[in-house]
């Protein structure tokens, strides 16, 4: 038998702002959390280490398809072998029936000897094109429906699988296998004429086909006639027949997506990086309350063989910042009024206390972080965690993020809902905790688990919410105010400017009265801490880079944390450095860092948190939310502007 199939990060994600799924260059889906992002994964073969057989060793046919070389993988035509793939000459037991792991959703053609995979144009709908080597080939196309309906928008608990025969008499194999309990268990299954119903323990599921349900259950191969629709949702009846519910369902999500993209104010230059990016910005943003996730996956470890496996299915509400900053910048400006809502209900929630780095998506506060042993981890690199004791930590940053991030509000006038006196009133008891808390020790925006220190990010942050709050009072004509938080913020700037500059550096540290270098200081000039001229800024630039860079790439810091010296570079890193050096006046060298962190991208235009800097392999949750972000905001400031492209 052939060892497993290796997991990678050459995933595409689809979504429709409630869930989201992942699938893999095969056309699996192999990971799905229900009801919502930070559900229970039903499909969850991407951290399955323990994996099993498709079929039984004693069912192996040598004429089976299962046995046959792996398919060539082909992204807009262009060739890609599959890590599992045959290569010429191999010994004959090579061709035993791959290894697949559980928690799967797989759809395949017999004798598959090619798979290509694009997503629909401005959307997030991929489709996967199986041909065998007699010219039978199918399409797949697979999206989470959403559009308007009824004045609101439609987005259910739902997965559409719609497969079509594009040649020949093409034999389709159907592996419908939900996990649940985070891979300990299988689910009950039941079944009726038309649907199977998987009792998920936190929520019941129904796969609605006009295929045979006997063949699907058992993964029996039968003959395509034309086409057949796989409806994945809520345990209730369809009010339409599969496969008319699946063209309906794809007609109107596609247009939903096409209007939601004409809409984007693009760069000029990478428009298809800058829209692949917005969409999964998009995706990653919860529309039941308006939070934003770090994202869709748990425990990819950052590194090989790390116990750095996190769950990011969470709101950092400094992460949804730069979310809402970016989206903003493209005009997109309904998932800040989203997110300015679950705001508001955290900081009412919140009162007096301080707030916490991160919260669940529906606003809770405990995120117990749990090891879930039903899951051996990705490529058997546990432990696969639920929760994240983030949520424990004093980080002053937050103060700053959520003012910096809700500031857009009180000046685009496009909005349906302005900021008032009411919402600063609520923004000025953070900034009186920012005020507090400028010059206290706290986990700083790594995330320290073991120590704490009075970190320059965090203090430049607690100035940039009393900068705000200053700016924002001269919009709404409080002069008195204005002057209380501008005397505040210079105050803050001072105190940073004497006690975090390092002439041994000779930029500033990432602690106060310390050595220490930090990339995300990369920042100062883009929060406006400092013009662009000042040679302060210049010389921190460059002192990190010179310290920090490794090849194309950027540690977070190079200093041994509590659990060891930082293996890999941090994606997001690298787009600060390349925001930083066009802010400084280097912007050939920007761009050429720009067009090289760009190459990174896997083939669906996706980037994960964390690159090996010697393989470039991807590692880390997926897609991260910070790594889009930096797609967007390089490219809107490098590109040329409109007025001059033609």
Known sequence: ??????????????????????????????????????????????????????????????????????????????????????????????????????????????????????????????????????????????????????????????????????A?????????????????????????????????????????TDASISAVLEKRAFILENEASFIFGPDETLSQAPSEAGRHLLSETTAYWHRWVRNLAVPFEWQDAVIRAAITLKLNAFEDSGAIIAALTTSIPEAA??????????CWLRDAYFVVNALNRLGATSSMERYLHYLENIVAEAGNDQLQPCYSINGDAFLEELSMPGLAGYRGMGPVRKGNLAYLQVQHDVYGSVIVGVTHAFFDQRLARTGDEALFRQLERLGHQAWANHDKPDAGIWEFRGRQSVHTFSSMMCWAACDRLARIARQLHLPDREHFWADRATHIHAVICERAWSERIGGFSAVFGGDVIDASLLLMGELDFLPADD??????????????????FLLRYAEPDDFGTPEVAFLVCAFWLVQALARIGETERAREQFEQLLACRNRFGLLSEDIDFGSRELWGNFPQTYSMVGIIMCAMRLSTRWEDAF
């Open 535 to 552: 040679p302060r800024l210049r010389g921190t630039v460059l002192a990190i880079e010179a310290h920090l860079r490794r090849g194309d």
């Open 1 to 166: 038998m052939t060892p497993p199939l290796q997991p990678s990060l050459e995933l595409a994600v689809i979504g429709n702002s409630r869930i989201g799924a992942l699938i893999d260059t095969r056309g699996d889906v192999v990971w799905m959390c229900v009801p919502r992002f930070d559900g229970d994964p039903v499909f969850c073969a991407l951290l399955d280490g323990q994996s099993v057989p498709r079929m039984p060793p004693e069912a192996a046919d040598p004429d089976d398809p299962a046995n046959a070389a792996s398919p060539v993988v082909a992204i807009h035509g262009e060739p890609r072998a599959t890590a599992e793939a045959t290569t010429a000459g191999a010994a004959p037991e090579s061709r035993n029936p791959p290894v697949r792991a559980r928690g799967r959703f797989s759809i395949d053609i017999e004798h598959c000897a090619a798979v290509e995979q694009e997503y629909l144009r401005n959307t997030p709908i991929l489709r996967t094109v199986k041909r065998d080597g007699a010219g039978n080939a199918i399409e797949i196309l697979d999206f989470a429906p959403r559009f308007y309906q009824y004045g609101r928008i439609f987005a259910p608990v739902t997965l559409a699988r719609v497969v079509r025969r594009l």
């Open 305 to 314: 063989y790390t116990v750095r496996t996190w769950d990011y299915r969470y």
């Open 168 to 208: 020949g008499r093409p034999r389709i194999r159907v592996d419908f296998d939900p996990r649940c309990e985070y891979g300990a268990a299988t689910p009950q299954i039941t079944f009726g004429s038309h649907h199977i119903r998987a009792l998920i323990p936190s929520h019941a599921m129904r796969l609605t």
